[in-house]
């Protein structure tokens, strides 16, 4: 590769090595000469906008510097790389991260200070890239800043969606959505014009016979879309590496519009084939654990899919290497079943442009790909009807087809006679209509399929995959705990915390590289100057909490009160309307009591926020109860300081950034066996929080690590959840509990606005089957949160725990979780930048 560069440009590249600034002097100048050039506005008019973007660009230039170098050792080195195939990615702000990983944050921050700003302000100038739904976007995410900073050579693929998650409001009470647009001004995203590819749609398929008897297949037909990448680079911590990550957006494949229609006086109708193309790429489905089945979403899978595929294909044609190396060079790794087409296409690709046999091909695909499984909720689980495949993709349908017959001739080979297990495995689901199971193909496409917590790998491997288990044999089927990134979800979100731990744990750059460093604080624990500090750092991170709530919402909350926070996406098995019923529970308790007796209870404040999906009914009702019971518990006179309930608008990356840090207790209370991980239980407990919670998910493993005395654990376990959900609706005696009767009573009274608003959420409980097993987890719900009052009365105890928990987070890092992908399921290494520094000087 090296020798191909023409020798006047190696010459000019090795002579001009440009670099970024290094001091805060170097660093103004940037910012001054951006605003003046970049921006063509002058020094004297400079606001926090302008003073943002010259910032980020300042910033951006040292980036690409270092991601042109990355790029360039990768493709020097030649090893293999790891490709992240995501429909979301959940980033938030760039630039504070882009600081902080660079390390040169202070610099900014007393550079801006010269000229005026507050790096504070700065920061929040900026639009959240908000590309995803919840856990499994921001997943994706971390996973990327993790990917950068343990130097491994990978890529994300995404879609560049024009309009992000909508913006939620709460309008008298209600959940009202709005569009988010949010590409006005990205400095960081670089447009590849030059990189496209051209997307096929629809046609039909033609086979030809060759003189030996080969016979290939032609798609041909149909309509065309252009893709065309956009760049955006990924700092890695405290380490040179860049990496990339390519968002695709669609566009007309001829130009402006077709000048056929146009000359021919249509013009209307040219301009309409121009947005029927850019309406692939232009909204990001708002939905989470949920599949619609929509034509224009499996149109948008296959656009990415097809030209991230075509790009990794064109990378490693240049190797100029045997196409059975192919799974040497690439690990394909699918972040729930979204991108199980690229199973299909690569296949296509291999058989219909390159010419392999079928099995050859078929080898290569199963080494290249895993997946990643991110729930067992049936709703969630894709599948596509036949008739939606045969129109939009013919020719991948007929691969399908093919993939399916070949693997129930292995099924069969194992399981001679067993009809039944045929039928249930197949890809092809005999429905009317029949549907294409896209789980399963992804399992048959895959030498890897992993769960994303243990009990979660557990279910997957005894439920919904139980007989491929058998067919493949256990070791198909892994568990890759998640984790999250240390620097965006404690370095950014909570620097107070992170400087206090750093002067225990070895420095910053040693202990958000290796969090398992956090233990040393362990030896902190009865350190009254380290405990001081801690209380004090959670105090500001509650009164900063308490600003906002006061400037957003107009409620006064007192810092001294036990924060108790929900924040994610609104979902019934997530059981929101078990909180607000316990809290409404509470406000009748105290309601009930004398003023004295008032005053000894342990004064709350419950946070509530999360988006919910425009279509999901039962969710708006809960938001709007949860804005109901609020607006009578923070106006009563007898409840004052002791219980105030706030929704926050708008939940998001950014803002969790700063509600996180600020939770006394956190609330992770999911159905037993629903929620696969969860990602923000890990949040909370980093920065100081404490979780009550049920059995579920990576609650599980969190206790393990800090020791079940540390953790508020209540409810019914996930093997249980059967027999309980099968007595509600058989066992003919479904009781409701004494407290829970009451706090429907007082909704239906109409103590919180028009009972009927919330009549769904009541007869859910009461009247169908209780599929979430609220009333069930009801009562030791409220005895757990009466132990939580009682301990956090005890200050000293608290502040042990928090501390103790802390300690033993180490293993959630989502440096811990990619290095097992790399190991368990991609083969592949870190590049190191030393390793290859000699390449990059050209040397
Ligand atoms: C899923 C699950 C979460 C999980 C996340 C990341 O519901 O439990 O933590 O992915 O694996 N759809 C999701 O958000």
Known sequence: VEASIPEPQRQAWLKHQITGFEDKDDFEKQVVRHVETTLARSMFNCDETAAYAATSLAFRD????????????QTFADSKRVYYLSLEFLMGRALD??????????????GLSDLGFRVEDIIQQEHDAALGNGGLGRLAACFLDSLASLNYPAWGYGLRYRYGIFKQEIIDGYQVEVPDYWLDFNPWEFPRHDVTVDIQFYGSVNKTTDDTGKITAHWEGGDTVRAVAYDVPIPGFATPSTNNLRLWSSKAASGEFDFQKFNNGDYESSVGDQQRAETISAVLYPNDNLDRGKELRLKQ????????????????KKTKRAWREFP????????????????????????????????????IVQKTFGYTNHTVLPEALEKWSVG?????????????????????????????????????VSIIEESQPKMVRMAYLAIVGSHKVNGVAELHSDLIR????????????????????????????????????????????????????????????????????????????????????????????????????LFDVQVKRIHE?????????????????????????????????????GKAAP??????????????????????????DALKVIFLEDYNVSKAEMIIPASDLSEHISTAGTEASGTSNMKFVLNGGLIIGTCDGANIEITREIGEENIFLFGNLAEDVDDLRHNHTYGGDHKVDASLQKVFAAIESGTFGSAQDFSGMITAVRDHGDFYLVSDDFHSYLETQDLVDKVYADQETWVTKCITSVARMGFFSSDRCINEYAEEIWNIEPLKPESAAGISKGE
């Open 328 to 363: 040497d060079q690439v690990a394909i790794q699918l972040n729930d079943t979204h991108p199980t087409l690229a199973i299909v296409e690569l296949q296509r690709i291999l058989i219909d442009l390159e010419g392999l046999d079928w099995d050859d091909a078929w080898s």
């Open 388 to 424: 939606l495949f045969q129109h939009l993709l013919p020719r991948h349908l007929q691969i399908i087809y093919d993939i399916n017959m070949y693997f129930l001739q292995f099924v069969e080979r194992s399981f001679p006679q067993d009809r039944d297990m045929l039928r249930r």
């Open 462 to 561: 005894t439920t919904i995959f139980k007989d491929f288990v058998a067919i493949y044999g256990p070791d198909k089927f892994v568990n890759v705990t998640n984790g999250i990134t240390p620097r965006r979800w404690l370095h950014q979100a909570n620097p107070g915390l992170s400087d206090l731990i750093a002067s225990k744990a070895g420095g910053s750059e040693h202990f958000l590289k290796d969090l398992t460093l956090l233990n040393k604080i362990e030896l902190s624990v009865d350190d009254p100057a380290f405990r001081k500090e801690w209380a004090a750092i959670k105090l500001a991170n509650k009164t900063r909490l308490a600003d906002y709530i006061k400037a957003t919402t107009g409620v006064e909350v007192s810092p001294k009160a």
């Open 615 to 640: 279509g999901y009914w039962m969710a708006k009702q809960i938001i709007h109860l949860i804005n109901s019971v609020g607006a009578v518990v923070n106006n009563d006179p007898d409840i004052g």
């Open 573 to 609: 098995y997530k059981r929101q309307q078990m909180n607000i019923f316990g809290v409404i529970h509470r406000y009748l308790t105290l309601k009930a009591q004398t003023p004295a007796e008032r005053k000894k209870a342990q004064p709350r404040v419950n946070i509530f926020g």
């Open 301 to 316: 899978q296959y656009f990415w899919v097809a030209a991230s595929l075509y790009d990794i294909v064109r990378r490693f």
């Open 62 to 73: 040292r980036l690409v510097i270092e991601w042109n170098r990355t790029q360039q050792r």
């Open 97 to 110: 991260n882009a600081m902080l990983n660079i390390g040169l944050k202070d610099v900014a921050q007393s």
